[in-house]
């Protein structure tokens, strides 16, 4: 089988892990200090804060933007249904937005003819790898790249290096800030409101002659990364480029070889950094099935998210989701695809035909 999503995990990662679990700190350590520091020198960005998931980096966002019950968030219907659900617990009153059938992310123009004196952020999603783009607002844009690594717009970008993602650890995020402030506030929200400096400025201790050498100001929660995960991700920031270009030539043999096939659009954009590759393709289920007889995995990925009962469970009139619903999927794009492996899926297709 030819699988959707298998971890890639470099040489050298793994003495990299057993460095860490020999040393003092397998918990948040030097580590991810470490990751942080480099990651920002790689990407030439100001503040990345190194949490425990991707979702705990939109949490993270949400809350530095003080999102509360009866704020409106607009979304975009097709997503993971991860960031959704904080702001459930937040009581925020979630507003869908349509998607563009060129690149499945948010429509700008439907967004914006959404929003109103309630709505406080956007969540803008660069699904599978494409940039999304609501344009210059004045109400605060969360970016989700948690499938777009490499991709920065510039105001809460929020990462993912979880198992199947560019970059492969057990589990680990980032939220990516810049102002110094908001990445002091995103640190201390990440483990407790405690702030760590402090602690190791009084080499941990919580009292010095008879005082408390570190208050607590803000509830924060238990968000914090660890040096195992920051260990991994670092030996995968040294591979980044080669594994963009990797994911680019495969994405590229599907675009030229599927170029030309009737029944088949391959979804692409501007800017893409190829997480996913999907097509839309008429008799979805016929077409997975042909590709899973022929060892190739093929999946939805995200679903839309209004028809879960937790969103409403009501498909709305969304005219562009409602109109691919049944056409989109997703094939073999990652470092386990090599190019063999894509120009015989390609000839399955062309074999099968899909007018």
Known sequence: MIDLFRPYIPDGTIDAVNEVIRSRFIGQGPKVDEFEKEFEKFFNVKHAVAVNSGTSALETAYDLIGLSEGDEVIVPVLNCTAGGTALLRRKCKIIFADILENTLCIDPVDVHSKITNKTKAIVQTHLGGIRADVGKLHIPVISDACQALGIFTGQYDCLSFQAIKHICTS?????ILNNSE??????????FGIDRDKKIENSWQCFKERKMTFDILIPGYKHQPNDIAAAMALIGLRHYNEIIEHRRKIFNIYKKELANIDGITLIDGQENVYWLCTLLVERRELFAKMLFENGIDSNMVQIRND???VFGGKKLDLPIMNKIEEKYISIPVGMN???ENA???????KKRGWS
Not at 171 to 175: H, R, S, T, V
């Open 171 to 175: 589990d680990l995020g980032a939220i």
């Open 182 to 191: 908001e990445a002091h506030k995103a640190k201390l929200l990440r483990w």
């Open 307 to 309: 028809i879960y009962h």
């Open 337 to 339: 695809v090599t190019v």
């Open 343 to 349: 120009y015989y899926i390609c000839d399955i297709i």
